[in-house]
Structures are given as structure tokens and as C-alpha cells.
RNA sequence: UCCUCCUUAGCUCAGUUGGUUAGAGCAUCUGACUGUUAAUCAGAGGGUCCAAAGUUCGAGUCUUUGAGGAGGAGCCA
């Protein structure tokens, strides 16, 4: 049985077994063992009396251990059960000296370095258990409203997405690359016999599936060769695409917003503690901030505001409106200009979502000029049927669109944009045979995880991260 | 890629205007104590002050360059 289970059993004075690693052991006679199944540690009474000298010393923190003996309820006041022991036995030595995690706080940057241990810390189990449901509640929410999850290729031969620089892959050897006539490199002979890249979204193909099976997504890695060095960019992440043929903008906006709330309370029903957890590691965090930069909620009350409260929705045009009228732009705050046709900065979505409205806002129908090709145009025919959901403190959680379905139109828009037909053949006979409307929007995991864990960096919430100049483990 | 900041003991951090032998807490080691909750108490050991070059009688402290890290911007999810 592993600690979580033990944790919630009635003692009885039954014999337990009980493996895994040992946080702290206080007074040469309490064993805190955490076995990762849950944020709490069991306490195992060891009567050091009893025992050899030598084998207690070696109850380091770190240690492996294997510990027998009678679930029994505790005398003292931090657990209501405990561990009687009658055997012990260390099944991995952490030498002291050498084992870098110690009872006590560490930064997150140094456990960063130690991102092979870190799992072992109260902070990262709770943000990977906590992972772990958010994916499970990912399929969960859309398997039971009868969304099929299909895996678009993580090779992609297709590069008309734009969604940013891509990582190319080739089994060229690199250190004699084959160039042909013209003396570029010669695709024709590498594996695939055409250029390939790592994906950067699967919406396409998502696409593909939809205008079939009607209600989709897509859940798997994608991969940005951008050099951006932020807290909220990775160059290998995780992208959930969901792909619904016959919705329209508002159906998708409906759907995002549905979505999002349903992980929301998710987290806070099935992983309270580890939610618990976070919210006081968190609270400790602030302690030593600025008034100012603290948060106005705590991480339990901005989970429990997004779920009980509706998105904001505006049009991008409103957008620029009720910032021309806001303080900051009338007291010339912003640095960068608000005016119909320039995209909005982060500054601006970050005073419209944490300042004006103070909730989460969805912002529609942006210019086309600043929207990728696949975007359905309105009727203005100036913008076009965008959405971008914007998070306080995340900014851009899900961005996402209705599709143009129109065959004529989309060819157009491939004219406008440099892509040629002939690398997309494939998606425009989608348009050409059976078209529909249909809508979708990309959410970025580890952009969610942050929010539901309270991490400021999003380097702490993928297990291995991936950044321009690192990729150690 | 750009801007700003940081790098001092195993970890978290002090270190004043450039001035003798660079400090604290935790961790480690030795001992005491033993129903503790990051246990407590006493003592001890532990430093290439990120690297290189420079200014100076003298550099942890000032300058330049480089490396690593963080925050912000751009791009986006």
C-alpha cells in the first residue's frame, strides 16, 4: 500500500509495509517517508534502542528505505497515523555529504540544475502530480463529450503553418551536407526525399480529421526553434488542439471557456492537497515580495475565480477603445502606441485582463494583417474571426479561430500570404469537397500548469525544459 | 535577438566610501538530549569571492571582455 492509502486507513495495529525515500529523521527516532504518491510524508517511530548505531547514522535524508511494522494511531499532533517499526532496512545509502537536497528551502533555479532530483522535493512532486491529473483531465473532458484524440505527426513535411521557426530534420550527415545543381541543400535524397521539420501545431491535420469525424483534438508535443529567452516559452512543449466541424467563432469561444473552467475545478476537487500545497508554498514566496507585487488573490482564490466567473468577451476594435480612454494611455504610461491596425503588446492585454476588467477576456476579430492565413475573414473583410483567451499574469493562454472554409477565399489568402498551393493541396481540398465551417484553438499545457500550480517560470512545470542553449537531461 | 540585474562556504544570503585574518543561518562532523514536526543545545571543520585582463600602494568591492543564471521586451502557446 503506498502512503497515500496508508495515510487514509483506519490504524489498527496491523502490520505495514512501507517503501521509498526519507525526508527528514528528527531526535535519532522519527522517519519522515515520502513515497511520492501523495505531498505528505508517513511517520515511521524507530526505537533507536533497539537498533544498531551504525545502521541509524545511514537514515540520511535521501536514503531508500523499506520499513515494517503496526499502522498505529500517533501520540503526537502532526499526523493522526504512524508507523510502529519493528524492522528497517536501507535499500540505497544518500551520503550527506554529497546529496545536494537538504531539508530546507532551495531556489527554484538551483533545483532547475537539478532537475534529475527535483522530482524529489514537496514543490515538484506537487506540480507533476498535479500534471498528471491535468492531462488525465484533458482527455477526460473531451472523451466525455465525444471528442475523438488524434495524433497528428510530430515529422511534418508541411510548411505553411507560420507558426514559427522550425527545427529541420534530416539524417544528412551534417558535416557534408549534399547540395544539389543549384547548390542548395539536396533534399531529394534525405529520408524523407523532401524537407522535414519538428511540427509547430497540428491544426491542419487536426482539420483534416474534423471534417470527418466532426468533433476532435490533438494532445502532443510541438517544437518552436524561436530564441526566446522568457519565463512562458519553451522550445519543446505540449499543445492541446481541439478541432470541432459546424462551430463558429462563439461556439469555439464557448468551448475554450467551458474548457478551461472544467480544468480549473478539476484541480481544485481531485488534487487539493497538492493545490493546498502550492498555494502556501506560494503565500511563503510573497512574504518576501514588495506589497506590490504581490498577487491580489491567492493561487486557491484565482482557480476558484476563473471557475465561478464568465470571461470577458470584447472585439479587438473595443480593445483599442477602452484603452484610448484608459488612465495609462491618457497619462502617456504605455511605451508602446494603442492605435486601430498596431497589435496589442503586453502591456495592454496585461492592463485590460488585471487592471479594467480583472477577469479573464477574450478578444475577437482582430485585422487580418497580424492573423495567419487560415483564419475565416469577416465581413468587414478587414479582420477576421480570431479569438485570443488572456489570463491574468499568463497572458495569451489559448489563441484559436474560426477557419475559412470558402475555397476561393482561402486561395486568395494563400496568394496574400507567399504560401504556394501545392504545399497544401491537401488542406484546400478540404474546402474543395464537403466544406464546412468549423472552428478550433490551440492551449498551451505547460502555459495551463502554470496557472493552476502558481509557477512563475514555465521552465517548473515540464519536467525536462527545453530552452535555447539547454537541453541537459 | 535587445534592455536591465545577478554570480561570495554544500545551500540561502550579508559584506558600508576600495583598507588588517571575508561573516551569519541551515547542512556536515563531534558530543549532549530523546514524542519530534524544517526538533533543540554546545563545539569544530569548510572559501580559486564565476573566469580572464586592467586601474590602484592595496580589489569580494572600480573598469573591460567572456561564461552561466534571472527579470522584462519582441515572437507566440
Known amino acids: 500500500m503506498n502512503v497515500k492509502r496508508l495515510l487514509n486507513t483506519e490504524a489498527k495495529e496491523q502490520e505495514v509495509v512501507v517503501k521509498g525515500w526519507i525526508r527528514t529523521f528528527r531526535s535519532n527516532r522519527f522517519l519522515a517517508i515520502s513515497d511520492g504518491s501523495t505531498v505528505h510524508t508517513i511517520q515511521a517511530v524507530i526505537d533507536f534502542e533497539k537498533h544498531d548505531d551504525s545502521l541509524l547514522k545511514r537514515l540520511n535524508t535521501g536514503a531508500a528505505v523499506e520499513v515494517k511494522g503496526k499502522l498505529v494511531e500517533s501520540q503526537g499532533k502532526g499526523q493522526k497515523v504512524e508507523v510502529l517499526v519493528s524492522d528497517f532496512t536501507i535499500l540505497g545509502d544518500a551520503d550527506a555529504d554529497e546529496y545536494p537536497l537538504q531539508p530546507k528551502r532551495h531556489s527554484l533555479e538551483f533545483l532547475r540544475e537539478k532537475a534529475h532530483l527535483r522530482f524529489r522535493t514537496n514543490t515538484f512532486g506537487s506540480v507533476f502530480r498535479l500534471r498528471h491529473a491535468m492531462t488525465f483531465a484533458v482527455?477526460?473532458?473531451?472523451?466525455?463529450?465525444?471528442?475523438?484524440?488524434?495524433?497528428?505527426?510530430?515529422?511534418?513535411?508541411?510548411?505553411?503553418?507560420?507558426?514559427?521557426?522550425?527545427?529541420?530534420?534530416?539524417?544528412?550527415?551534417?558535416?557534408?551536407?549534399?547540395?544539389?545543381?543549384?547548390?542548395?541543400?539536396?533534399?531529394?535524397?534525405?529520408?524523407?526525399?523532401?524537407?522535414?521539420?519538428?511540427?509547430?501545431?497540428?491544426?491542419?491535420?487536426?482539420?483534416?480529421?474534423?471534417?470527418?469525424?466532426?468533433?476532435?483534438?490533438?494532445?502532443?508535443?510541438?517544437?518552436?526553434?524561436?530564441?526566446?529567452?522568457?519565463?512562458?516559452?519553451?522550445?519543446?512543449?505540449?499543445?492541446?488542439?481541439?478541432?470541432?466541424?459546424?462551430?463558429?467563432?462563439?461556439?469555439?469561444?464557448?468551448?475554450?471557456?467551458?474548457?478551461?473552467?472544467?480544468?480549473?475545478?478539476?484541480?481544485l476537487e481531485n488534487n487539493r492537497d497538492d493545490v493546498e500545497f502550492l498555494n502556501q508554498r506560494e503565500i511563503q514566496e510573497n512574504k518576501s515580495k514588495p506589497q506590490q507585487e504581490r498577487p491580489e488573490l491567492n493561487l486557491i482564490e484565482r482557480l476558484e475565480f476563473v471557475v465561478n466567473n464568465t470571461f470577458e468577451r470584447i472585439t479587438y476594435t473595443e480593445a483599442i477603445e477602452v484603452l484610448q480612454r484608459s488612465k495609462p494611455y491618457k497619462k502617456k504610461k504605455f511605451k508602446y502606441p494603442v492605435e486601430w491596425g498596431k497589435d496589442l503588446q503586453s502591456e495592454h492585454e496585461r492592463f485590460l485582463v488585471e487592471k479594467h476588467y480583472n477577469k479573464p477576456v477574450i478578444i475577437t476579430s482582430y485585422p487580418a494583417s497580424f492573423k495567419a492565413f487560415y483564419m475565416r475573414s469577416n465581413e468587414d473583410e478587414k479582420t477576421v474571426a480570431a479569438m485570443d483567451v488572456l489570463f491574468p499574469g499568463i497572458g495569451e493562454i489559448v489563441g484559436g479561430s474560426q477557419r475559412e472554409e470558402r475555397l476561393e477565399v482561402l486561395q486568395q489568402k494563400c496568394l496574400d500570404f507567399n504560401i504556394p498551393e501545392e504545399h497544401i493541396w491537401w488542406y484546400l481540398e478540404t474546402r474543395k469537397f464537403g466544406t464546412c465551417v468549423h472552428s478550433g484553438f490551440g492551449l498551451g499545457f505547460e502555459r495551463l500548469m502554470m496557472f493552476v500550480s502558481g509557477m512563475g517560470n514555465i521552465r517548473d512545470v515540464i519536467p525536462f525544459p527545453r530552452t535555447p542553449g539547454n537541453a541537459e537531461f
Open 139 to 267: 482527455h477526460k473532458f473531451f472523451n466525455d463529450r465525444d471528442y475523438f484524440n488524434i495524433h497528428t505527426p510530430i515529422i511534418t513535411g508541411s510548411d505553411a503553418e507560420g507558426a514559427g521557426e522550425m527545427f529541420h530534420v534530416t539524417n544528412h550527415d551534417l558535416n557534408a551536407i549534399p547540395k544539389n545543381d543549384k547548390g542548395e541543400v539536396d533534399y531529394e535524397n534525405d529520408f524523407f526525399g523532401k524537407e522535414t521539420n519538428l511540427t509547430v501545431s497540428g491544426q491542419l491535420e487536426a482539420e483534416l480529421a474534423a471534417t470527418a469525424l466532426s468533433k476532435v483534438y490533438t494532445f502532443g508535443p510541438t517544437f518552436r526553434a524561436e530564441n526566446s529567452n522568457t519565463s512562458r516559452h519553451l522550445a519543446e512543449f505540449w499543445m492541446i488542439e481541439p478541432e470541432v466541424a459546424f462551430n463558429d467563432i462563439n461556439d469555439n469561444m464557448d468551448l475554450a471557456e467551458e474548457f478551461l473552467q472544467y480544468l480549473c475545478r478539476y484541480a
